[in-house]
């Protein structure tokens, strides 16, 4: 079954995206297409601001032409050829030849689904452009800067993810459900947990890739408050001084996965797809939690992860669960405590 209508959009989706796209097949059809397209803009932002070129001003340069095509205020993308080149995956090469066809896909939509796209796209690429003025580029070896302090790692993570929680919420309430006023505050507060949520979980999890290239999600004020600095977690021997603050944002993770479990419950039982395509993270996200408890974060040989079978039976059992009564609340329950 295709997912999308367009096609172009759709194969950059499915080999770019590991981890999203079965998550999209899920979506109802009212909506697949617009968040599937943010994903692929989102992507290639992303992309840009993770090469390991030689000049952040190269960067910062490109990010901010390649907005200013996607919002309508230039008709001339920039060349992307030459960093297409450097990259590792090829599929993210692909994609940043593949830039014009996806901000060509805007077309496929109405006006208000174009701004609410372009909207949550302009806070994210705005918290690539505040990443790379912190942290310059990621370039192996370097000196490790950090956050400073927890106010700092929030309006990250709400800036990359918690803004999608806010879009994928008000795509939702525009084509599939109607919630009274008050409801409606609740769940667009806790759409935004939820994308912080996954945020977190990807930081907590990339710990030792990001500080090889010189990057520290974990603020330098909580580290100092436990006698740590940033370059100390370079060393697997620190886990258990570090220990206290891992799990202490581990904690803070399921707090956000728990409002996420609260947003699932407030989508009607009638909108069978969008409940599912809001699980599946969760199941995953939760699953991954408890990996991370139990694995040496510090370890940058030891990659904790979800695996592509564990997916696809997290898929099978949300599936099955969809189908039986109290199976929803069931499956989240026992895969907390797993």
């Known amino acids: 079954m295709s997912v ?15 981890s999203f796209y079965p998550t999209l097949k899920y979506l109802p059809k009212k909506i697949r297409g617009q968040i599937g397209l943010l994903y692929l803009l989102a992507r290639v932002a992303d992309t840009i601001a993770d090469s390991k070129h030689g000049e952040t001003e190269v960067l910062l340069d490109l990010l901010g ?8 205020r230039s008709m001339t993308l920039p060349d992307f050829t030459e960093l297409a080149s450097i990259q590792a995956n090829e599929h993210e090469a692909k994609l940043l030849l593949s830039v014009d066809d996806v901000v060509e896909g805007l077309k496929d939509h109405g006006e208000a689904d174009q701004q609410r796209i372009l909207s949550c796209l302009d806070i994210i690429i705005g918290g690539q452009v505040l990443d790379l003025q912190r942290f310059g580029i ?11 302090n927890d106010a700092e790692l929030d309006d990250y993570a709400f800036r990359v993810a918690g803004c999608v929680g806010v879009f994928w919420t008000e795509m939702s309430l525009a084509h599939l459900m109607k919630l009274p006023p008050k409801e409606e505050k609740v769940f667009r507060e806790k759409g935004v947990r939820f994308g912080k949520a996954l945020q ?4 907590l999890r990339d710990i030792p ?4 290239f010189g990057r520290c999600y974990i603020p330098s004020e909580t580290l100092s408050r436990h006698d ?3 370059e100390d977690l370079m060393d697997e021997k620190n886990l258990e001084s570090f220990r206290p603050v891992y799990d202490a944002y581990l904690d803070l993770t399921n707090e956000h996965l728990e409002a996420a ?16 395509s809001t699980m599946l993270p969760v199941l995953i996200g939760q699953r991954t939690v408890t990996l991370l408890r139990t694995g040496n974060i510090l370890n940058s040989d030891e990659r904790i992860k979800v695996t592509r079978d564990e997916m696809k039976t997290y898929a ?13 609340r069931r499956l989240l329950e026992k895969n907390k405590d797993n």
């Not at 032409?65 to 309508?72: R, T």
């Not at 990621?138 to 400073?148: D, R």
């Not at 890739?209 to 090889?212: K, P, Q, T, Y």
Request: aromatic residues 6%; glycine residues 6%.
């Open 65 to 72: 032409k390649y907005n200013d095509v996607a919002q309508g």
């Open 228 to 230: 740590l600095k940033p």
């Open 316 to 328: 099978k059992k949300l599936l099955r669960a969809l189908f039986i009564p109290g199976g929803v």
């Open 261 to 276: 479990i609260d947003y699932i419950r407030m989508i009607p039982e009638t909108q069978f797809r969008l409940k599912a």
């Open 200 to 203: 977190m979980i990807n930081i």
């Open 4 to 18: 999308l209508i367009n096609p172009k959009i759709n194969n950059l989706l499915e080999t770019t995206s590991r």
């Open 138 to 148: 990621a370039n192996e070896g370097g000196t490790i800067s950090s956050l400073t």
């Open 209 to 212: 890739e990001d500080l090889r």
